[in-house]
């Protein structure tokens, strides 16, 4: 589904991602761990075509995404929750949502739009009671929850998270992680990129570790929580 | 002329001003809706509606139907084209870089306008022709009606787009995330193309309705762009109505003080309200503190 071949990335003059490759097949759900400042966030970005300046191969159901808009390529069904979650916290829960589904927002769409904020209420029924509150004044959890609902609106095929389960009580990160699975489990392919190791690999089926912009060490991520260089590096043991 | 009379007279010069003021807050509105900078050339959009359509209506003798409509056009292609290559290539400096250069923008549309049409005071003949009506005792001319009718059909439209349409929730998105703005596949360049066209052609129809009141000469941008800056802030930025009637309270304190006390003062009141407004409630009197705290500024 998604093929990236010796990705070279750059920040400013910082090469900040060196030869990666990754590969994600449909149905997946693909784990990245690694420490700050790594090249996660990086990597995500440069998908989703936030980040021009690379060289490489970036495909997508055998098409290359090099040169298209941020907006042409959630077109085709790569979506990411980024980082900090970054929802528009002056407009309400509703308008976020909406907003979400801003590609395909017309009157023809009505029906499938009203349909699937019914499926992000479904998973999410707090933002159904909070919809009319101002964005900005939700909790860390719940606006992890509107960021998650308002990708799941531009009908995504991959689902790109970077670090959903950043800065959020121990209660919410179990909640997130369940609804990740729950997507997966409808169908949408999850791309996770986290810093909580543990929890990330024993969701995926293939993970890898990404250190200083390089991948350094790929595998089934059952083989990965066993490593021995994944645990102490990543696991705390 | 009886008192009361007097500062009904007073009352409708107010309004009227405090409308234009309106639109020129409601102008600087959209942009920072979109951008979250400041247009200090807004002024200058409204100098160019006066003066083109006098061009276009006095020396090229179109009727009103076709000045006013392509006198918006031109004027908002002056704002595509400012944003296009003044702002656009400064796409990583920072808000106060970019709002110092609708300083430059101001100034050198200000040279322009000089050279073009020189010194001197334009006029307009009034759209509609006839006798002013007395209300109270108080003389209103026709016109009067067009800037008010004009000022309420900006801020409807405005107020619909903004907080009804998907394009103008967009639009503020931009503004408040432009990276989150383009995950959601909102074009942000060309949505801030779109607000300083949108918003010079505001500037532009505010200028061409003011004309036949008040003359227009190069030379009148930046002060409509203070009285129309301390109408948004005294508002609430960013808030299409509390705009408005911002824009009438300096409007009508304006004229009030310019009747009662001296028309010297005239100017100091806006600048006095705006002194105010920053030191006791900043976000302004509808702006909510809850959206400004979230707000970078």
Redesign the interface.
């Known amino acids: 589904m998604l093929e990236v071949r010796r990705l070279n990335s750059f920040y400013a003059a910082v090469q900040a991602l060196k030869n990666v490759s990754i590969s994600v097949k449909k149905g997946d759900i693909i784990t990245i761990i690694g420490a700050n400042g790594a090249g996660k966030t990086t990597l995500l970005k440069t998908i ?3 980040i021009l300046e690379h060289d490489g191969n970036i495909l997508y159901e055998g098409k290359s995404l090099s040169g298209l ?3 042409e390529i ?2 085709l069904g790569i ?2 929750v ?1 980082e900090g979650r ?6 309400s829960v509703l ?1 976020n949502l ?3 589904a ?2 395909y ?1 017309d009157r023809r769409h009505k029906d499938e739009i009203r349909e699937n904020m019914e499926k992000v209420y479904a998973i999410f029924p707090i933002l159904k009671n909070r919809r009319r509150q ?1 964005s ?2 939700l909790s860390g959890g719940e606006q992890q929850m509107l960021a998650i609902g ?1 990708a799941m609106m ?1 009908r995504p095929k991959l689902m790109m998270m970077d670090e959903p389960s950043m800065g959020l009580a121990p209660l919410m990160v179990r909640e997130i992680f369940r609804v990740i699975q729950e997507l997966h489990h409808d169908g949408t392919t999850i791309l996770l990129v986290e810093q909580n190791a543990r929890a990330a690999l024993k969701m995926g089926v293939f993970g890898y570790v990404l250190e200083t912009g390089e991948i350094v060490l790929q595998g089934d991520t059952k083989i990965l929580l066993e490593d021995e260089k994944v645990k102490h590096a990543y696991l705390g043991k | 002329m009886s008192l009361f009379s007097e500062i009904l007279q007073f009352v409708f010069t107010g309004l009227t001003i405090g409308s234009i003021y309106s639109m020129v807050g409601l102008g600087f509105n959209i942009i920072y809706n979109a951008t979250t900078i400041i247009n200090l050339a807004q002024g200058e959009f409204v100098m160019f509606g006066g003066l083109i359509m006098v061009f276009l209506t006095v020396v090229l003798k179109f009727p009103l139907f076709v000045g006013f409509p392509l006198t918006v056009i031109v004027v908002m292609a002056i704002g595509a084209v400012f944003e296009r290559f003044a702002i656009h290539p400064l796409r990583n400096a920072s808000l106060l870089t970019l709002i110092i250069v609708t300083i430059a923008a101001s100034i050198l549309f200000r040279g322009i306008a000089m050279f073009i049409w020189g010194k001197d005071p334009y006029s307009l003949p009034p759209f509609t022709p006839g006798s002013p009506v007395m209300i109270g005792g108080a003389v209103i001319m026709l016109q009067t009606f067009w800037v008010l009718g004009t000022t309420l059909a900006i801020v409807v439209l405005t107020t619909l787009f903004f907080g009804k349409t ?1 394009v103008g ?2 639009m ?2 931009c503004s ?2 432009p ?9 942000v360049r060309k949505m801030i193309l779109i607000s300083f066209a949108l918003s010079a052609g505001l500037g532009a129809v505010a200028g061409i309705v003011i004309t036949p009141m008040s003359l227009m000469d190069y030379d009148r941008g930046p002060m409509l762009a203070v009285k129309g800056f301390c109408a948004a802030v005294l508002g609430g930025l ?1 808030v299409g109505y509390g705009v408005v009637l911002g824009g009438f309270i300096v409007g009508l304190l304006e004229s009030l003080t310019a009747g009662l006390i001296h028309s010297g003062f005239k100017d100091a009141v806006a600048l006095v309200i705006l002194l105010f407004i920053l030191c006791f409630k900043p976000s302004g009197i509808f702006g909510s503190e ?2 400004s705290k ?2 970078k500024f």
């Open positions: 989703s075509g936030l808009l941020p907006g959630v077109a979506c990411l980024p970054q929802i528009f916290g002056h407009l308008d909406k907003l979400g801003y590609l927002y101002l900005g004044t308002r531009s | 998907i929730k967009a503020s998105a408040f995330n990276m989150a703005a383009s995950l959601m596949g909102i074009h960013g809850e959206v979230i707000k």
